[in-house]
Structures are given as structure tokens and as C-alpha cells.
Nanobody, 124 residues
Framework: VQLQASGGGLVQAGGSLRLSCVAS????????MGWFRQAPGKEREFVAA???????FYADSVKGRFTISRDNAKNTVYLQMNSLKPEDTAVYYCAADRNVILSALPRADEYDYWGQGTQVTVSS
């Protein structure tokens, strides 16, 4: 599976962005999908994930502000980000997971395929 993330950019605090992750090579309907982010000097961290059955999971830091969704017909996963904060600034990566262990979805090492990342910068 090849993953292509897009939709990042520069936005003011309080603004919104929608990230997209388009998959090619295989359909994503058999994969759980996740979004992670990495800020300069920090480790990659979990943001959100959505299972094959459309159950969603979020990091505490983004709950109530971010929404993950998937459109299997378009082979695409989205991350709607609202009420953005400067601390949301990072490179955002999408990832695909072949396994079905939902409790493992926040772990980066659970995922089998990664996209190239898209930069999100939130100014104060």
C-alpha cells in the first residue's frame, strides 16, 4: 500500500484544516488507518485512528477538536482538525495497519505502511 498525505499548510490559531490520505496499490477497507505527528525535536506521537469497522480513537490532546473518517470507496482517510493550537504544529503522517488489535492502534510500531507526511503549522 502506498499512502499520500496532503492538506497541510499554515493556519492561525483557532483555524481549521482537513488532511487527506489517499491510498494506492490496495484497497484500504481491510486496514485500520491512523494519523501520527512529529514536531521538531520530539518523538512521533499518536493522533487518531479508525478501525475497519469505523470505530475511532483519539489522543487526549486532540479529543473534541479532531475527527478522523474514512471513505473506502475513495480509498481515502481524512483528519478534520478544528480549533487548532500552536502546539498542533508538526509533520502529520498517515499509516495503515493490517492487524485488528484495536488496543494497539495508538502504537506507531503497529503500522505496516506509512505516508510521506504533510506539514501543519499553526501560528499564534
Amino acid at each position: 500500500v502506498q499512502l499520500q498525505a496532503s492538506g497541510g499548510g499554515l493556519v492561525q490559531a483557532g483555524g481549521s484544516l482537513r488532511l487527506s490520505c489517499v491510498a494506492s496499490g490496495r484497497t484500504i477497507n481491510t486496514y485500520s488507518m491512523g494519523w501520527f505527528r512529529q514536531a521538531p525535536g520530539k518523538e512521533r506521537e499518536f493522533v487518531a485512528a479508525i478501525s475497519r469497522s469505523h470505530s475511532s480513537f483519539y489522543a487526549d490532546s486532540v479529543k473534541g477538536r479532531f475527527t478522523i473518517s474514512r471513505d473506502n470507496a475513495k480509498n481515502t482517510v481524512y483528519l478534520q482538525m478544528n480549533s487548532l493550537k500552536p502546539e498542533d504544529t508538526a509533520v502529520y503522517y498517515c499509516a495503515a495497519d493490517r492487524n485488528v488489535i484495536l488496543s494497539a492502534l495508538p502504537r506507531a510500531d503497529e503500522y505496516d505502511y506509512w505516508g510521506q507526511g504533510t506539514q501543519v503549522t499553526v501560528s499564534s
